[in-house]
Every structure is written in structure tokens, then in C-alpha cells.
């Protein structure tokens, strides 16, 4: 069999239940070796808004630590990679692969995980069909984000990459595994803005239902979201 590497990256501000799940899901479908989860470096890539940029890295990186902590998967090997993190200068997603291909070496089975969100904006993102080069792309389906919505032209990558979960166990890159069954709706936009209206009324001892406890404990410790800034 050949060595299974799974990539996850995400601004994960913060990491929550629909991380964790799209997680433990291709792990086990991929019957993955390795999962590393790669927090985003500063955001050259995303603005919450003015008002409300993402959060610091040191803060995002300890939530994935726990979040990462609480994968219930004996059979996969689970890394928090600061790489992204540590890097001073912004790195493209395709740059990123390029190097932990270099890493994995050429005979490994290579996967990049993102929701619908992410599929459907595809050829937006920096040479976007050298992606398939180094990896193979697994997405979770997303309620909001049909990928009927896709250009024609993701529409045609997908049409024609479009694999079952065993078969990216096989080859090394460029297929699309397409799972529809995770359709989570949580959203780490939608946490931030829950916690900033209603930080009053949650509170320490019940933790919401879409983040582990150990994360909602960090954020109430760094009072993270409460307001505006
Ligand atoms: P936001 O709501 O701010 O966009 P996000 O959780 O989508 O936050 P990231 O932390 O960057 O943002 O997400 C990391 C990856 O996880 C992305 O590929 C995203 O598509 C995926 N993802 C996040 N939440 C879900 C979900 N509920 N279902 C499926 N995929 C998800």
C-alpha cells in the first residue's frame, strides 16, 4: 500500500465541529497515514471584514492544537503544521502542495481537503490547474454552496476527475473525490457573530454545541470575538 497523506488548511478562526468532521470523514475514506492540518498564515487572503480581521496566528494555531486533539483517529497520524504560520512571506495553496509533495516524495497518495465553498471558486485561486500536479482535491459538500454553481470550467475538471474515495488511495494526484453526505452547517463566520451578540448570555460552563469545549474555553480565557476589533 502506498503512504496516504491528507493536507488540510484552513484560516480556522476558529477551528470548529465541521472542521473536525470533515476531517475525521476523509481520514477514515482515505484510510489517511497522515493528516496534517495547516492553519493560514496572516490573512493576504482573507478579511473578515474592516472591522474585524482574523484573528492573530499564535491564537488560531493553539485552537487547532486543541481542536486537532480532540480527532478520535487511532489509525492516522494527526500533525498541526505551523509551516504557514511561520512563513514570512504569503504562500498560493498550489506552492504550498508543490513543497509538501517534495516532502511526501512521488509515490504517495497526496489529498487536499476543502468544503463546496472552496470547489465552486476554484479557478479564482492561483494557477489553479497545476493543483492536480501534486494532489488530489476531496471535497465536502456544504449547505449554501452547490456545486451546480460551478463555472463550466470547474464543471468540466470535475466531470472529468471526479473518482470514488479508493481509488485516491491508489494514485499519487489529480483526482476529485466529491463526498455529499458531510453537509454541516456550521460556519466559523457565523461563530464569530454569535459569540459578539451573545457573549453575555454563553458562558463558561456550557459550552455551544458547534465547538469543542476545550476551544470555547480559549476563547472566553483570550476573550477572542467579543468585540469589534
Ligand atoms: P468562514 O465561515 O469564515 O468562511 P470557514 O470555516 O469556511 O470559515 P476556514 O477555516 O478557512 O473557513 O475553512 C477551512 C476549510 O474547511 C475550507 O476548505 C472550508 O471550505 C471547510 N469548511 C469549513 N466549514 C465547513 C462545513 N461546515 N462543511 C464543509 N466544509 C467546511
Not at 41 to 56: D, F, I, R, Y
Not at 168 to 191: M, N, P
Amino acid at each position: 500500500m502506498m503512504l496516504r497523506v491528507g493536507i488540510f488548511g484552513g484560516t480556522f478562526d476558529p477551528i470548529h465541529h465541521g472542521h473536525l468532521a470533515l476531517a475525521t470523514a476523509f481520514a477514515k475514506r482515505l484510510q489517511l497515514n497522515q493528516l496534517i492540518v495547516l492553519p493560514a498564515g496572516q490573512p493576504w487572503q482573507k478579511m473578515h471584514g474592516a472591522l474585524n480581521t482574523v484573528s492573530e496566528a499564535h491564537h488560531r494555531l493553539a485552537m487547532t492544537r486543541l481542536g486537532a486533539a480532540q480527532l478520535d483517529l487511532p489509525e492516522t497520524e494527526v500533525i498541526v503544521a505551523s509551516d504557514e504560520i511561520d512563513r514570512t512571506s504569503s504562500s498560493y495553496t498550489v506552492d504550498t502542495l508543490a513543497s509538501w509533495r517534495n516532502k511526501v516524495g512521488a509515490d504517495a497518495s497526496l489529498a487536499f481537503l476543502m468544503g463546496a465553498d472552496q470547489l465552486v471558486q476554484l479557478d479564482a485561486w492561483h494557477q489553479w490547474p497545476r493543483l492536480f500536479d501534486y494532489a488530489h482535491l476531496c471535497v465536502a459538500a456544504r449547505p449554501g454552496f452547490s456545486l451546480a454553481a460551478a463555472s463550466p470550467i470547474i464543471a468540466a475538471e470535475i466531470a472529468q476527475r471526479a473518482a470514488p474515495a479508493h481509488a485516491l488511495q491508489t494514485q499519487e494526484h489529480g483526482l476529485i473525490f466529491i463526498d455529499t453526505e458531510l453537509a454541516l452547517e456550521i460556519s466559523a463566520t457565523g461563530i464569530r457573530a454569535q459569540i459578539r451578540e451573545s457573549a453575555q448570555a454563553l458562558n463558561e460552563a456550557t459550552p455551544p454545541s458547534f465547538l469543542p469545549a476545550s476551544i470555547w474555553r480559549y476563547i472566553r480565557q483570550h476573550h477572542l470575538y467579543q468585540s469589534e476589533s
